[in-house]
């Protein structure tokens, strides 16, 4: 059974702050690591990796994905009151389906 | 462009009610997928369909049936709700692996909160 494991599970965090969230993961037929950010509603993309070691950069969010140590982080820097959300990290495999991690949830205060 | 529309956005059921999600998107995607999400649990797969009069069985399936009827249409059946069917819905949806510039990306709708008592 294809699992993703996400933590921490909650942070609380200052403007200007640097965070780091984690996702773990075991799945057969490994074929890409999406992360999303959700707000109120629906989850939105972020990013999509698939190759060890090359980061994904967008702004200040970037990530990162180890395929031998079956793991991903995604960093934020300069953190802002915007950046309050729940952050999924989820796992596809060959037939197309995710799995999704239980989310981090940020906030950010002023 | 619409994107992946759901409607209803809010419903209150009783148990033992039935009712139908209706999920629409204007991209020609192939794939379609209806997942729920509880508090903690993250996304949930329940059903899911890779193209027009198909479907398949996702994580947790039991309580709910979906029909495939029109490639832009993916609707999801509760025949007799309960309680624990409690949730928020979402639909998404995604090209076929096959298509060009394929990245796995789900396209979401904004999701529909269903409240059984």
């Known amino acids: 059974e294809d699992k993703v494991v996400q933590s921490p599970l909650s942070l609380v965090v200052h403007e200007g702050d640097t965070v780091t969230l984690n996702c773990s993961y075991e799945?057969?037929?490994?074929?890409?690591l999406l992360w999303y950010k959700q707000e109120k509603k629906a989850p939105t993309f972020l990013f999509m990796l698939?190759?060890?070691?090359i980061e994904k950069k967008s702004g200040r969010l970037s990530s990162i994905l180890d395929k031998k140590e079956l793991f991903s982080i995604l960093n934020i820097t300069a953190t802002q009151t915007g950046d309050s959300a729940v952050y999924l990290c989820?796992?596809?495999?060959?037939?197309?389906?995710?799995?999704f991690g239980g989310g981090t949830r940020l906030m950010v205060k002023p | 462009n619409a994107g992946v529309t759901q409607t209803p956005k809010f419903r209150v059921l009783k148990t033992g009610q039935s009712m139908t999600l209706l999920c629409a998107q204007d991209?020609?995607?192939?794939?379609m997928y209806w997942y729920r999400q509880d508090p903690g649990m993250g996304l949930r797969l329940i059903h899911y369909?890779?193209?027009?009069?198909?479907?398949a069985k996702g994580e947790v399936p039991d309580g709910y049936n979906v029909s495939r009827l029109k490639k832009q249409n993916f609707l999801l059946g509760l025949e007799s709700a309960a309680p624990s069917q409690t949730s928020v819905y979402f639909c998404?949806?995604?090209?076929?692996?096959?298509?060009?510039?394929?990245?796995?990306?789900?396209?979401f709708g904004p999701g529909t909160r269903l409240t059984v008592l």
């Open positions: 998404a949806s995604t090209s076929s692996p096959w298509t060009s510039g394929f990245n796995n990306e789900q396209f």
């Open positions: 799945v057969t037929n490994f074929r890409s």
């Open positions: 698939t190759s060890s070691g």
């Open positions: 989820a796992v596809a495999n060959a037939g197309n389906m995710l799995t």
């Open positions: 991209m020609n995607h192939e794939y």
């Open positions: 369909s890779v193209g027009e009069g198909t479907t």
